[in-house]
């Protein structure tokens, strides 16, 4: 008898063991990559439409993943923008009010601290133009001697690891300017030059760093194309997460194609036919387009671009009096209107995200840090702090283009609310204002303020109530 009951009861376990699903383990959080250009134009990429530039492996990684055909810088300019990235939040809440002005505060709470805490390797390369990178030398903009007013470094911010600039940096040979310029060709210190070499022809230094430790200068590897500088630093950094099983997070910032201009002549080559401006312009953007697809193909190579989750922008609409373009939009960089601010974009997540057509949800940098949050599954350590970005994981997991909160924008004199529809702007302080139907009206050519003047006293409202939120958060409310 006993034999019998022993013989069942091992027979209803093994069973039972087999019958019973085993716990599932949760699957490895994805690589994330923010990768942000300076100054290019919403129609400066090849995904876009641009007939020109060449950016093959851009267009690639738009077939890949999802172009987001409406998507906002959250200012005009490059400092306030970058402050959204990793913070969620508009810079005037935390006085980044332009290019150049204030720094990342240290009460802010930041996409890279929190992932830290998520077990997350976090890394910065490019440029930083948060804050001042040194207190004992003349450096860039605002890096001074004793001066730390505006003293913030990516390490008090969350990163692990850094190798970055103050602000900008010639595009080529990024330490170096040449004594002399060819004006005929419309070389200058301003708007760029060929690349040139000391050892042919007489140069000083730009009067910038780039910096990897606190008051450590790197001064190594640092000829030849600006993003490739950067990405050197990119690599190694990722090569060590893996190594580590760590999943990785970082902002890779590239100086292109902000001025000045420098290309190397293999890259002027590709566009011989164009003039020598367009020559340096196109050649620095094909040169960042063949370093994206060097960082992506050392993904695969490593077997993790599959739970790669990377993001491309730029930090505002191209510059003046260049050759870049803002496509069908009206005006370009420091203005509120779509060329300022509506920048190119895509997103790309193999293994999560399905490879779409284009997408006319809008959507902006702010809005990083809660959809990146929503995936993870992690919650914002301070909820009730105001946050300006929102998720749209929905959204892009479903392919709607809805948006049904409202986006703000400031910088100087300008103000401008846009919804999902409908934009609201100003720009002499709210004395008048303006209404387009963006959906209609993308290149924003017909003013409909006097034909929906209730919708404009609601948007107006609205604005104002927003602003004043920001003011409250500028004056500390949030710390």
Not at 204 to 211: A, D, R
Not at 242 to 255: D, K, L, N
Not at 398 to 404: A, F, H, P
Request: net charge negative.
């Amino acid at each position: 008898m006993f034999r019998i009951y022993a013989s069942f009861s091992f027979l209803s376990l093994l069973l039972l063991s087999y019958s019973t699903p085993s716990p599932t383990a949760a699957p490895p959080r994805p690589n994330i990559l923010l990768i942000m250009c300076d100054d290019l134009g919403w129609g400066d990429v090849g995904f876009n439409g641009n007939p020109n530039i060449k950016t093959p492996h851009l267009d690639r990684l738009a077939e890949q993943g999802i172009v987001l055909n409406r998507f906002y810088s959250a200012s005009s300019v490059c400092s306030p923008t970058r402050a959204s990235v990793i913070t969620g939040r508009n810079p005037y809440r935390m006085g980044i009010y332009h290019a150049n002005t204030g720094h990342l505060p240290p009460q802010e709470i930041t996409l890279p601290e929190i992932l830290k805490t998520a077990g997350y390797a976090t890394g910065h390369f490019g440029k930083w133009h948060l804050g001042t990178l040194t207190r004992m030398i003349n450096d860039a903009n605002r890096g001074r001697p004793r001066d730390s007013t505006n003293y913030a470094v990516p390490s008090s911010n969350g990163y692990d690891t850094y190798f970055c600039s103050e602000s900008k940096t010639p595009t080529w040979d990024p330490m170096i300017k040449p004594r002399f310029f060819d004006v005929e060709k419309g070389e200058s210190l301003r708007y760029g030059w060929a690349a040139v070499s000391s050892d042919t022809q007489k140069v000083e230094s730009y009067g910038t760093f780039y910096w990897k430790g606190t008051e450590e200068i790197d001064l190594q590897n640092l000829d030849g194309d600006d993003s490739r500088v950067i990405m050197d630093r990119v690599l190694p950094f990722v090569d060590r997460a893996v190594a580590e099983g760590q999943p990785f997070f970082s902002t890779i910032w590239f100086h292109t194609p902000h001025l000045p201009l420098v290309t190397g002549e293999e890259y002027r080559a590709r566009y011989a036919d164009f003039t020598h401006q367009e020559q340096l312009l196109y050649g620095s953007i094909s040169a960042m387009d063949d370093q994206v697809g060097r960082l992506w193909q050392h993904l695969e190579e490593l077997g993790v671009a599959e739970n790669t989750m990377l993001w491309f922008c730029s930090d505002n609409g191209p510059e003046d009096r260049t050759p870049g373009s803002a496509g069908p939009f009206r005006e370009r960089k420091r203005s509120l209107y779509e060329g300022g601010v509506r920048v190119p974009a895509l997103v790309v997540w193999p293994a999560n995200l399905a490879a779409s057509l284009p997408s006319d949800l809008a959507i902006s940098t702010s809005d990083y840090l809660p959809t990146i949050l929503d995936f993870l599954a992690l919650q914002h350590p301070e909820p009730q702090r105001p946050v300006d970005g929102i998720s749209v994981r929905r959204q892009l997991e479903q392919g709607d283009s809805l948006r049904k909160s409202a986006m703000g924008f400031l910088i100087h004199k300008k103000r401008s609310w846009v919804t999902d529809r409908y934009k609201l702007i100003s720009n002499d302080e709210g004395l008048t204002y303006e209404i387009y139907d963006l959906l209609n009206d993308p290149g924003e050519t017909e003013n409909l303020s006097d034909s929906l003047k209730d919708l404009r006293q609601e948007l107006e409202q609205d604005l104002l109530s927003w602003m004043r939120s920001c003011a409250d958060s500028d004056a500390g409310a949030d710390y």
